[in-house]
């Protein structure tokens, strides 16, 4: 979260899909590590951004029929723009947007990660109570 | 949805991670089947009922990083019990849940399955206008 009211999401060329999403920042879980290990370390690889709250929302599974994959969802705020740690191969393109623009915008189908608009809800939610 | 705030849940036990999850009702689009059809013959066959009122919410990506699926999310109102249409190996035990208690399971992290989460939030943003 930017702000109570502003999402940090980026704009990722996707393969399988051939085209760009808004996505929240996200990565793969390494061996041993913990979960919100993962969530620091991506969002800086990813965005040049720290946290200095996190917390934990749920797990997500988003395809239980042929896969035991899960998805550690966190929010984080207070943030500060430290750059890039290193290399820049995984820097991604952000996007500062309102939550409800992304509200609107997954109500015209624009949004369509699933994991996406999962955190936007819930960003929704606990802004409202 | 059974009414206006109760969802229509299915328990159903999934072998990737060998245990029980509350999950919508769904199902595989097979070659050449429009998704609104998938959607009717899956409610049918996994739960026996039939919904006179149906209206496609959005398309959703589960997994962008690896594949192209994507999930046709439709709400069906105006159900009726019709039972099952054959073979009884595709009956899935329904549970009859009110939205709110959804709700509360998604924050005590008991329903953790994607898409369910989705359309758990979806239903209780159309119910508050």
Request: aromatic share 10%; hydrophobic share 40%.
């Amino acid at each position: 979260m930017i702000d109570r009211d502003t999402l940090l999401l980026e704009h990722q060329f996707r393969y399988p899909l051939r085209r760009h999403f808004l996505e929240l920042p996200a990565g793969k879980i390494e061996v041993d590590e913990p979960a919100e290990q993962t969530a620091r370390r991506e969002l800086l690889e990813e965005t040049g951004f720290l946290a200095r709250d996190w917390s934990f929302l749920t797990t997500l599974h988003p395809c239980v029929g042929y896969s035991d994959e899960r998805i550690e969802l966190f929010m984080a705020r207070d943030l500060a723009f430290e750059g890039h740690p290193g290399e820049d191969d995984e820097f991604i393109e952000t996007v500062s947007m309102p939550i409800d623009e992304a509200l609107e915008k997954i109500l015209a189908r624009e949004i369509t990660e699933a994991k996406t608009i999962l955190g936007v809800f819930w960003a929704d939610r606990m802004r409202n109570g």
